[in-house]
């Protein structure tokens, strides 16, 4: 299967956007030199600025996150998050059946393909911490500021 790829230079870096030509694959920050663009990169890349701009809450483009079983039950329940709200891991682990899931939890989160849209910026420590994020913390502080975060969900 083919690979499109489009590049967006978001107010957090440049972000790379991944598609098989029938859903976004993977969203990742960094950069990526051959270009080909298909719908499903743009119009992801569109919604992304939009997202960016605060005029958007819910993205509307196929995504086919590659993982485990696990790992794809732990981002089902991450784009169950609202918008502008959060989730401690050990909430997401109560959410498949206990807090033993909890470490697992935090590696199928690091493990996550399509940043932002599958929102693992949304899980935070049990104390309310920023943890773990592939772009760093301060990146992490920025979505969640961008969705004006004011509630914690143990």
């Given at each position: 299967?083919?690979?499109?790829?489009q590049?967006?230079?978001?107010?957090?870096?440049?972000?790379?956007?991944?598609?098989?030509?029938?859903?976004?694959?993977?969203?990742?920050?960094?950069?990526?030199?051959?270009?080909n663009?298909?719908?499903?990169?743009?119009?992801?890349?569109?919604?992304?600025?939009?997202?960016?701009?605060?005029?958007?809450?819910?993205?509307?483009?196929?995504?086919?996150?590659?993982?485990?079983?696990?790992?794809?039950?732990?981002?089902?329940?991450?784009?169950?998050?609202?918008?502008?709200?959060?989730?401690?891991?050990?909430g997401?682990?109560?959410?498949?059946?206990?807090?033993?899931?909890?470490?697992?939890?935090?590696?199928?989160?690091?493990?996550?393909?399509?940043?932002?849209?599958?929102?693992?910026?949304?899980?935070?420590?049990?104390?309310?911490?920023?943890?773990?994020?592939?772009?760093?913390?301060?990146?992490?502080?920025?979505?969640?500021?961008?969705?004006?975060?004011?509630?914690?969900?143990?």
């Amino acid at each position: 299967m083919r690979v499109y790829v489009q590049n967006f230079n978001s107010p957090v870096g440049n972000i790379v956007v991944k598609s098989n030509g029938l859903a976004v694959t993977d969203i990742f920050l960094g950069e990526y030199t051959d270009e080909n663009p298909d719908k499903i990169t743009e119009k992801a890349v569109s919604e992304l600025s939009l997202y960016f701009g605060g005029r958007l809450t819910r993205f509307s483009f196929p995504i086919e996150p590659v993982g485990t079983d696990f790992q794809k039950r732990v981002w089902k329940i991450l784009t169950e998050i609202p918008y502008g709200k959060t989730l401690s891991y050990g909430g997401v682990a109560q959410r498949l059946g206990g807090k033993r899931y909890s470490r697992a939890v935090g590696g199928a989160v690091n493990k996550n393909p399509i940043l932002i849209v599958i929102p693992c910026h949304r899980v935070i420590g049990s104390d309310g911490s920023l943890t773990g994020f592939a772009g760093g913390i301060s990146v992490k502080k920025y979505l969640l500021d961008t969705e004006k975060n004011d509630d914690f969900q143990k």
